[in-house]
């Protein structure tokens, strides 16, 4: 609290009402006044460039007012593989206001509005979204998220790096309805045993649930040709060519990696955001959005599925500056005019505020996203290794009411807590036994019968560390893979688990989710932006909540029966 | 590294490939999706080799693409089925090759010639070029070392 002034200097008197909202949550978030000179403006600065393109032989010369010989590897880059030259003039000649007409007017179809902005630029996708209010922004993305049918990521992470509570979270955050599960760890050298964790808890609650591990480029790649991940996401990108380089990449060295994931079968999306630039110390004078712009152009060119955006964990850049939060929802509809699959942010602690958390939400959740969330923290925020999440497993309720108030579909529904506990008991069995088979550290009774019923990892007994980083250590040196989980889980009983985790593992020779916005459905399809391609057309087409889906959403804790008043339905 | 050329190319009506045409689909060991059975991992018969991705299912997986109107994502396979030839190891040392000041321009020149030559990676070696041009260009080669 920095409200209260030093002792011994004279107190103005307030009112008793200024106390009150001096109090109130939201006054302990962080403001500034906007600082274009420095980049610490949301997506209205004089100092962003004029759109423009010209074109010579095939090759685009001047870029936003850039002649070529000026260009840095962004500009490079872009201009040679994110713009479509052959359609780039006649594009660019297409108004702003005309383009922004055709986003959000229901009788221009999705295919149309792509067209357009594949020979945009930069700074003239800028122009156009600067054209549109949060609603008008929300009004696009409904139509533009490549995926008609949305869904969610969780994150399942244990500030002790716990594997049986990232097991048994994962578990229960598959049988909420999470479609990927996303872990990471506080010592790093945990990592193939949490991995290993999250791999078979993801299969427990339901089949086909997608896993990843967030490390460092290069060991998230290895833990996924080994096939204990199944996708990646922590392929960092940027907007300014100083920043990138500090990144210790290149657009060609993220577009060589992107191609080595495909190479293995390996699902993955890059991440940018807003503010990433201005957090990071160089964003060479131009606005947040101006910038991501760029990085979801790079994202293109660079031929990857998907980008993971929103500002990330630098939410608290644009979340301080007038209209930061306009210009995150911006730059999500941006990734998906670029046909992008977009999993979009609220996934990084924002506010003291529970208002301000919920609104930040809104222009995701209304219109839908590929995943509305890019890691809702199915652990408590206090055991979020990503720093905390904009929501924990103490909002799973709100989230579940706020569904069925709006009638949207935010990827999660109610479960009764028999079935909880029971899916729970079921990963932490499966990965004693598993760790038993293989040789790994102990998981005892005790444990297990712990996990069930645990809140946090305080609700755990203390593991035994050295031991495990040993059994880590193993699993590398011996060459531990996705086939080995599989085997084990077969040898000591667990059939079930076994079978959903080979048939994520197949899914690799087909390749099928590589392709745009490609989840697997609770029966194993692959559901992607070419099988389940957006359709909306303005009201009663596209994505709509009803039928089976809107009757499982209908469920709460707790609901009173209209037969019985007396007894409640869940 | 081409498809069989005697079909028609694959549209979107053939997505998903697992669902829609297993006929088509083989591991780079050269089974088919029906033989990655539980009992052939009980019995040994299915290892790691067996789930990874084939050259030409990614060169399928690029029709789609194309034919999805994504010509960046079909690019990617194209070089994602030339890598597949590159051992695990190797991918990451070329990945880190052509990070900012990793290598110097003869360096990333040999590195194209291998892509080429040893594993017939066009695609790959010309991204490689590529990044030399602009990296030479933007100072983000390796600097000689100092005295």
Known sequence: MTTTQPAGQSRKRTSLRTDILEDRPVNLDGFVEEWPEKGLVAMESAFDPEPGVRVEDGVIVELDGKPRADFDFMDTFIAAHAIDIATTEASMAVSSDEIARMIIDPRTSRDEVLAVIRGLTPAKILDVVRLMNVVEIMQGMQKMRARRTPANQAHSTSARDNPIQVAVDAAEGAVRGFAELETTLGVVRYAPLVAIALQVGGQVGRGGVLTQCALEEATELELGMRGITAYAETISIYGTESVFVDGDDTPWSKTFLASAYASRGIKMRFTSGTGSEVQMGNAEGKSMLYLEIRCILMARGAGVQGLQNGSISCIGVPGAVPGGIRAVAAENLVASLCDLEVASGNDQSFSHSSMRRVARLMPQLLPGTDFVCSGYSAVPNADNMFAGSNFDTDDYDDWNTIQRDLQVDGGLRHVREDDILAVRRRAAEALQALFRHLDLPTITDAEVEAATYANSSNDYPLRDVLADLKGAQSVMERGLTGVDLVKGLEATGFHDVAENLLTVLRQRVSGDLLQTSAILTPEFVPLSAINDANDYAGPGTGYRLQGERWEELKKLRHVTSASNPETEVS | ?147
């Open chain 2, 1 to 147: 590294m081409t498809a069989s050329t005697s079909r028609a190319p694959l549209t979107t009506a053939d997505y998903p490939l697992s669902v829609n045409r297993p006929d088509l689909l083989r591991t780079p060991t050269g089974k088919a999706l029906s033989e990655l059975t539980m009992d052939a991992v009980v019995s040994g018969a299915l290892t790691a080799a067996d789930v990874r991705i084939a050259p030409e299912t990614l060169l399928l997986q690029a029709e789609i693409a194309d034919a999805a109107r994504r010509p960046q994502l079909a690019a990617n396979f194209r070089r994602a089925a030339e890598m597949t030839a590159i051992p695990d190891a190797e991918v990451l040392l070329m990945y880190n090759a052509l990070r900012p000041r990793a290598s110097s321009a003869e360096q990333l020149d040999a590195l194209a010639e291998r892509l080429e030559g040893e594993y017939g990676a066009t695609a790959c070696a010309a991204l490689v070029r590529e990044a030399a041009e602009v990296y030479g260009r933007r100072d983000l080669l390796a600097r000689p070392e100092q005295d």
